[in-house]
């Protein structure tokens, strides 16, 4: 049954996504260490979801906060902070993985941010 379930999520899924993280990596000639980015994960067949958009207040002005959720493989492991450039119904983002994913028997669920750059 479990494998069912599996199989159904997969096939709504439509979007494409490489994760990459931000890493201390060291030069091999230079012995220099220095952040880069590293792509750990390519063409990842996911689903890219949109939740409607909800007025937050401050009190002095309203913003408008959409909630993004990607959907994937529950054998797939993303670490909260990463990169993830997802391709999906012609469209290409890069998105930042907000938190820890959602593990379910059928799929993960991780929520998303717009990418803006590395903390």
């Known amino acids: 049954m479990l494998a069912g379930m599996r199989a159904a999520a997969e096939?709504?899924?439509t979007g494409r996504m490489d994760?990459?993280?931000?890493?201390?990596?060291?030069?091999?000639?230079?012995g220099i260490s220095r952040h880069?980015?590293?792509?750990?994960?390519?063409?990842?067949?996911?689903?890219?979801s949109y939740g409607k958009a909800a007025a937050v207040t401050?009190?002095?002005?309203?913003?408008?906060?959409?909630?993004?959720r990607v959907y994937f493989a529950p054998d797939i492991a993303i670490r909260p902070g990463s990169k993830?450039?997802?391709r999906q119904n012609g469209t290409e983002?890069?998105?930042?993985s907000s938190g820890v994913p959602k593990c379910y028997a059928s799929h993960n669920e991780v929520a998303l941010e717009y990418f803006e750059r590395w903390a």
Do not use: F, W
């Open 36 to 48: 880069q980015e590293v792509v750990v994960l390519e063409n990842i067949p996911c689903r890219l």
């Open 19 to 30: 994760v990459i993280e931000y890493r201390l990596m060291e030069d091999e000639k230079t």
């Open 93 to 96: 983002a890069a998105y930042k």
């Open 58 to 68: 401050d009190g002095s002005a309203a913003e408008n906060v959409q909630e993004i």
């Open 11 to 13: 096939t709504l899924y």
């Open 84 to 86: 993830l450039c997802i």
